[in-house]
Nanobody, 126 residues
Framework: QVQLVESGGGLVEAGGSLRLSCIAS????????MGWFRQAPGKEREFVAA????????YYADSVKGRFTISRENAKNTVYLQMNSLKPEDTAVYYC???????????????????WGQGTQVTVST
């Protein structure tokens, strides 16, 4: 069982930046690929970014490529999502998730992830 706790969300103006953090409860954090997803009101949860176990491989949704950066510090059991050039359409609840299997073919698929945090709200104003 892995418990994940996100932080760092908030209200920011368009063009601004935020950094989300997600800390995991287990020392075996490095065994998990980690992902960030988001869900806007009335929409399905969608993939944002993911990192391989070591952080050597990263993956992004086209909508955030070039603006968001995922990184991780395995020694601190923490994964980050640096979000720059934020847009109103980035407004959503952001979730981190842990994938114990790691297949790069399915890294962007919600069912690949066994453990989820409670989410943190990001609101981007115009």
């Amino acid at each position: 069982q892995v418990q994940l706790v996100e932080s760092g969300g908030g209200l920011v103006e368009a063009g601004g930046s935020l950094r989300l953090s997600c800390i995991a409860s287990r020392r075996t954090f490095s065994f998990y690929a980690m992902g960030w997803f988001r869900q806007a009101p009335g929409k399905e949860r969608e993939f944002v970014a993911a990192s391989s176990r070591s952080g050597g491989n990263t993956y992004y949704a086209d909508s955030v490529k070039g603006r968001f950066t995922i990184s991780r510090e395995n020694a601190k059991n923490t994964v980050y999502l640096q979000m720059n050039s934020l847009k109103p359409e980035d407004t959503a609840v952001y979730y981190c998730a842990a994938d114990p299997v790691y297949s790069n073919s399915y890294i962007n698929a919600t069912p690949s992830y066994d453990y989820w945090g409670q989410g943190t709200q990001v609101t981007v104003s115009t």
